[in-house]
């Protein structure tokens, strides 16, 4: 008599999931051991990551860097599959080289001894609160009489003086730091070079926010009131440089899939139930002595299983513990559902926009002098604001080529501004756009030599021919862009992301027990150490994946 295959069904077809896949599949033995399924509910594989073109670039959608190229397993398959170089041009294929150029609102373009000490400053607040060692060499700002020695002696009484209570937030540390430095540099508020619209506080202020808000992209806390402090220095990343793949990121998914058989991976398969037994269960719902796992799916079929592993982002899960979900059955347990409540999941867009035809062909020397555009707003509060500027593009930090004289431009959207662009028309964002570039540009050198050419009969305005954006926070499969650690969570929450259902704990299970392993769990926020990322995704499926194998190496099947 032939033994039962275990059936491992794979929820999601992203980084996490097709790296399980990829793993249960290739390794020894396991094709006389598992069956093996992964069910998609879009009609893609990649997830997160969905390498698309725009302008005759490719472009990512979605994940778009390898953060780190020192032991990232991202960045070693991307060598093996020789996807770092490409004949088609592609998203920072130049590693936004151009220096770039910063602007206050009105026009007023800053000079880097005026800019480069609020970065800094910035900067090493961040390596403070990430546990990097300040950088000995930092030369001394502001007339000579501040050092970044004393910054983390003032960071270190900033959190002393919270009162060790895990309640500080990242954006909280960063307000006290801008405040200790105003106090250890004795700032004057002078006007800068005649200005009535700045003063040399409110642009040291301002440019502060402007690195505020490309923090908020990189963590996709909306508000970085909400980032937890503490668990920022656990939070790593792989040494050396920030990269793009030539050919795409899907190309890492793509290759990974490569390895399994036409049919293994069920793209339009959206799981709408999952019915499983846990300890101590009294429901009357699905019980069954072949397998232990019931899906349900939105076409009306249905499929046993022996594990699960769920791969789903982190807000899905959120939408599932909602009252009225009821995508588990019986619900989570109350330490997995408190870990997806507590910890962070926010909305990152990004906005392509490809320079209008009011612009000469496109040649090298035309869209070369468009600049990498560093934004310096005004409060959105003040009186001095550009009123036609809206409300949406008053957190977006930049707007740069998306390589060098490339005439595709791109912008970063995060939070309420995020979700605000997801509903916007396309003619809206131009306009918006537009009338928040021209007022940055019309009064200086950029403006005339890029966007008018030989002259435009319709005045000083940018013109953009088409956009494109994604929309992560609406699109139902995802409900949003990557996990942070928000304030009241921490990395302990990241842990019990990660924690099976039930566990495997072989000495304690009785004849009684319900089978262990039924639900796993997978995917970007659930690796303590590298959440938010693809190799975190990566990790996370190799880990489960993982967990599968020994434990039948270990019940000796």
């Known amino acids: 008599m032939v033994a039962k295959k275990s059936r491992v069904v794979i929820i999601g077809a992203g980084m996490a999931g097709v790296t399980a896949a990829n793993k249960l599949y290739t390794a020894a033995g396991p094709r006389d051991l598992f069956e093996l399924v992964v069910v998609e509910g879009g009609e893609r594989i990649g997830g997160r990551i969905n390498t698309s073109e725009f302008g005759g670039v490719r472009i990512e959608m979605g994940a778009t860097w390898i953060h780190g190229i020192g032991g990232s397993p991202v960045h070693?398959?991307?060598?093996?599959?020789?996807?770092?170089?490409?004949?088609?041009?592609?998203?920072?294929?130049?590693?936004?080289?151009?220096?770039?150029?910063?602007?206050?609102?009105?026009?007023?373009?800053?000079?880097?001894?005026?800019?480069?000490?609020?970065?800094?400053?910035?900067?090493?607040?961040?390596?403070?609160?990430?546990?990097?060692?300040?950088?000995?060499?930092?030369?001394?700002?502001?007339?000579?009489?501040?050092?970044?020695?004393?910054?983390?002696d003032e960071a270190s009484r900033i959190c002393a003086s919270n009162g060790g209570v895990g309640k500080l937030s990242v954006g909280s540390?960063?307000?006290?730091?801008?405040?200790?430095?105003?106090?250890?540099?004795?700032?004057?508020?002078?006007?800068?070079?005649?200005?009535?619209?700045?003063?040399?506080?409110?642009?040291?202020?301002?440019?502060?926010?402007?690195?505020?808000?490309?923090?908020?992209?990189?963590?996709?806390?909306?508000?970085?009131?909400?980032?937890?402090?503490?668990?920022?220095s656990e939070y790593r990343m792989f040494p050396g440089e920030e990269i793009t793949i030539a050919k795409g990121y899907l190309s890492i998914v793509q290759s990974l899939a490569s390895v399994l058989p036409p049919g293994l991976?069920?793209?339009?398969?959206?799981?709408?139930?999952?019915?499983?037994q846990p300890e101590n269960h009294t429901h009357s719902g699905y019980e069954s002595e072949t397998r232990p796992v019931k899906l349900h799916f939105s076409d009306g079929s249905v499929l046993l299983a022996d594990h699960v592993i769920v791969t789903v982002s982190l807000g899905v899960l959120k939408a599932s513990i909602r009252q009225d979900s009821g995508m588990f059955n019986p619900p989570l347990p109350r330490f997995k559902t408190e870990a997806i409540s507590r910890?962070?999941?926010?909305?990152?867009?990004?906005?392509?926009?490809?320079?209008?035809?009011?612009?000469?062909?496109?040649?090298?020397?035309?869209?070369?002098?468009?600049?990498f555009l560093q934004m310096v707003f005004h409060r959105a509060e003040s009186e001095l604001r550009n009123k036609k500027i809206p409300w949406w593009m008053r957190k977006t930090a930049s707007l740069c080529p998306l390589y060098h004289k490339s005439n595709v431009l791109l912008a970063w959207f995060a939070g309420k501004e995020a979700l605000a662009l997801e509903a916007l028309s396309g003619e809206e964002i131009i306009n918006g756009v537009s009338q928040t570039v021209s007022s940055f540009l019309s009064h200086t050198s950029h403006f005339h030599e890029s966007c008018n050419g030989n002259g435009n009969p319709e005045g000083n305005s940018v013109k953009f021919s088409k956009v494109l954006k994604s929309q992560w926070g609406s699109d139902p499969l995802f409900l949003g862009s990557y996990s942070y650690v928000a304030v009241g969570s921490s990395g302990e929450d990241l842990d019990s992301m990660a924690e099976p259902l039930p566990s495997d704990d072989s000495g304690s299970a009785t004849s009684s027990s319900p089978p262990p392993l039924q639900i796993l769990f997978a995917g970007e926020a659930t690796h303590r150490t590298h959440y938010s990322t693809t190799h975190g995704a990566?990790?996370?499926?190799?880990?489960?994946?993982?967990?599968?194998?020994?434990?039948?190496?270990?019940?000796?099947?």
Not at 176 to 191: C, F, I, M, S
Not at 265 to 276: A, M, N, P, R, S
Not at 540 to 557: D, F, I, T, W
Request: proline share 4%.
């Open 343 to 371: 910890l962070g999941f926010g909305v990152v867009n990004k906005l392509f926009l490809q320079l209008g035809s009011n612009h000469p062909p496109l040649k090298s020397q035309d869209f070369s002098k468009f600049p």
């Open 173 to 232: 540390f960063l307000r006290r730091g801008l405040d200790a430095y105003w106090v250890l540099t004795k700032n004057r508020d002078e006007q800068v070079n005649g200005n009535g619209n700045w003063s040399r506080k409110l642009l040291q202020e301002a440019i502060f926010a402007m690195h505020e808000n490309t923090q908020r992209t990189y963590t996709s806390a909306g508000d970085l009131l909400t980032l937890d402090y503490n668990a920022e």
């Open 76 to 152: 070693k398959i991307a060598q093996e599959i020789n996807a770092l170089e490409s004949e088609q041009p592609w998203e920072c294929m130049d590693r936004s080289s151009d220096e770039p150029t910063t602007v206050a609102e009105g026009g007023l373009e800053l000079e880097p001894d005026v800019v480069d000490p609020v970065s800094s400053l910035f900067k090493n607040l961040m390596d403070y609160a990430q546990g990097k060692v300040f950088d000995e060499s930092s030369e001394r700002v502001c007339n000579g009489d501040f050092e970044y020695s004393k910054l983390g």
């Open 538 to 557: 990566y990790l996370s499926g190799l880990r489960e994946a993982n967990r599968l194998l020994q434990h039948y190496q270990h019940v000796g099947v």
């Open 265 to 276: 991976i069920q793209l339009g398969k959206k799981v709408t139930e999952i019915q499983w």
